[in-house]
């Protein structure tokens, strides 16, 4: 019963029009960051240690920037509920689609690095941008609640996209290679590793960070072809995405240097856009401040 009412107010909602939308955002952006102060410490604390070189005035200007773009983040995702494959192929323009095609026709899969930056879940979209026997799948964390799980579910794979939970994504990876299935795996893959597994660490914005590299482990092994989605927002509810070859051949690298490059270029775009990167997430808990 729950999901179901869930379900039918947040689809009503996502039939609100895009310039609707963004006043109710204006309006969500005022009490999140002015009445109820969502995650405000963390926020500053990650931008003013990432961006030791900024004055406060600059800090506070991308923490304002960012609280509104969190907002319509947030209200962008619900519309997914409803938004038609049309019009999304208008709002989010991939390029060099051609590239990665060209790989796949050759048998070979990719690993696509993604990070929290931008509109990541309007990325699911790219099964509409490959061909039509690839396997477009993304790995995801599991939420602890239940109906929200399933409806995240349902939105992230309204496009075609294949859900994969983290913990069975090794599994998975096996399977469709053991069955020569070619496929195209997002991976948003800078999320915290827990302390007790934080073992390789990076320079990334200013820390020494702990990270995962465990989409490094899988390219390699599986021979994957490796891209980064560098993504652009050009205004409200318009994106570019560009793929982008991390490597020509990522099984040739030594330990940890996929993953280096990967953070690279994450870093660069954030740098670009740096209030399009989730600042409340509490990123560098485990990580030392340089």
Not at 28 to 41: A, C, P, T
Request: charged share 25%; proline share 3%; hydrophobic share 40%.
């Amino acid at each position: 019963m729950t999901y179901h009412l869930l379900s039918f107010f947040l689809r009503l909602f996502s039939y609100v029009p895009f310039c609707l939308l963004y006043i109710i955002s204006d309006g969500l952006y005022f009490f999140v960051y002015y009445i109820f102060r969502y995650r405000r410490r963390i926020v500053r604390k990650n931008l003013t240690e990432s961006f030791p070189e900024k004055s406060e005035d600059d800090i506070k200007k991308i923490e304002k920037n960012f609280y509104s773009f969190f907002t319509d983040n947030i209200l962008e995702s619900l519309k997914m509920f409803t938004i038609s494959r049309k019009e999304m192929i208008q709002r989010v323009k991939f390029m060099n689609v051609e590239e990665v095609n060209a790989l796949m026709r050759s048998g070979k899969s990719v690993s696509l690095f993604l990070g929290h930056y931008s509109n990541w879940e309007w990325m699911s979209s790219i099964p509409l941008h490959i061909d039509k026997n690839v396997i477009g799948a993304q790995i995801y964390h599991k939420l602890s609640n239940k109906n929200m799980d399933r409806l995240m579910l349902y939105i992230r794979e309204r496009m075609g996209a294949v859900c994969v939970e983290m913990r069975k994504t090794a599994r998975y990876v096996n399977e469709l290679a053991t069955e020569n299935k070619v496929c195209i795996i997002g991976f948003i893959a800078d999320q915290s590793p827990r302390k007790k597994d934080s073992r390789h660490f990076l320079h990334f914005l200013n820390h020494n960070t702990p990270v995962l590299t465990g989409t490094e482990k899988i390219t390699k092994h599986y021979d994957f072809g490796a891209f980064f989605l560098d993504v652009k927002r050009v205004k409200r509810g318009y994106y570019e995405a560009r793929f982008v070859k991390v490597h020509d051949n990522p099984k040739s690298l030594p330990d940890f240097e996929l993953t280096a490059i990967y953070y690279q270029m994450l870093e660069k775009c954030i740098r670009t856009q740096p209030e399009l990167y989730l600042w409340s997430h509490n990123r560098f808990r485990n990580a030392e401040k340089l």
